[in-house]
């Protein structure tokens, strides 16, 4: 996929980085704009307060799929009930909330998990392959949680992880799956638990 991410810091340059390394080509811009013409998905990537001063910036915006992984402090941009619909607003496509949820310090750690972590993300139809795709291309699972109409949830999370973060966890990876659906990982690594009991 040609994929242009909108914010090359944290976030826009680890995920830039690892959908690189899976093959896609990907253009990452900055705050001074760019040319999103010819990308297949953009996504974004820059500050939650910063959505319509960023995205004014760069050309090209016209309708691609959208993966919005923003989050912010603050409140809700007036008018919408979540970062993700302002960025659908002015991008105009099919949009996705994704890895607003996973902290960008620890990408890199990734694929020294024994199983994939998750990604929670909503999307609008159209977008939910392209955005599972890009999640499992990270080397996250994800885990859908419904149409964009849910983004305001996963903004809310900002609240939960952050504290966690703050506190004795640290950055975190998160995991929600279905009952026996890691039995076979428990198998592996259960060995590694009686050697030393
Ligand atoms: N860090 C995390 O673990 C994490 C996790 C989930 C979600 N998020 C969210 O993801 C977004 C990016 O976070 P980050 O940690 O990657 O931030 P960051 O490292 O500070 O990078 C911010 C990026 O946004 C650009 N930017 C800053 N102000 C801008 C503006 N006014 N207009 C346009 N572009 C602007 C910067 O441009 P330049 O490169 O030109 O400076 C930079 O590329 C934020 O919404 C954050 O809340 C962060």
Do not use: C
């Amino acid at each position: 996929m040609r994929i242009t991410v909108i914010g090359r810091g944290h976030v826009g340059g680890a995920l830039a980085r690892r959908w690189t390394a899976a093959g896609h080509d990907v253009t990452t811009l900055g705050r001074d704009g760019g040319d999103a013409t010819g990308a297949d998905v953009v996504v974004v990537a820059i500050p939650g307060d910063s959505i319509a001063v960023g995205l004014a910036k760069i050309a090209g915006l016209d309708g691609q799929v959208t993966i919005d992984a923003s989050n912010t402090f603050g409140d809700r941009p007036a008018g919408y009930d979540s970062i993700a619909q302002q960025v659908r607003s002015m991008i105009g496509g099919p949009t996705a909330k994704a890895f607003n949820t996973n902290f960008a310090s620890i990408y890199d750690a990734v694929d020294a998990e024994p199983i994939p972590p998750s990604t929670l993300f909503a999307a609008d139809a159209e977008a939910r392959e392209a955005t599972e795709r890009l999640i499992r291309d990270a080397g996250f699972e994800p885990i859908h949680l419904g149409d964009l109409a849910k983004a305001p949830l996963l903004e809310s999370l900002i609240t939960l992880t952050s504290t966690l973060e703050r506190g004795e966890l640290g950055p975190f990876f998160y995991r929600f799956h279905r009952p026996g659906e890691l039995a076979s990982s428990r198998a592996i690594s259960a060995p590694h638990r009686t050697v030393n009991p």
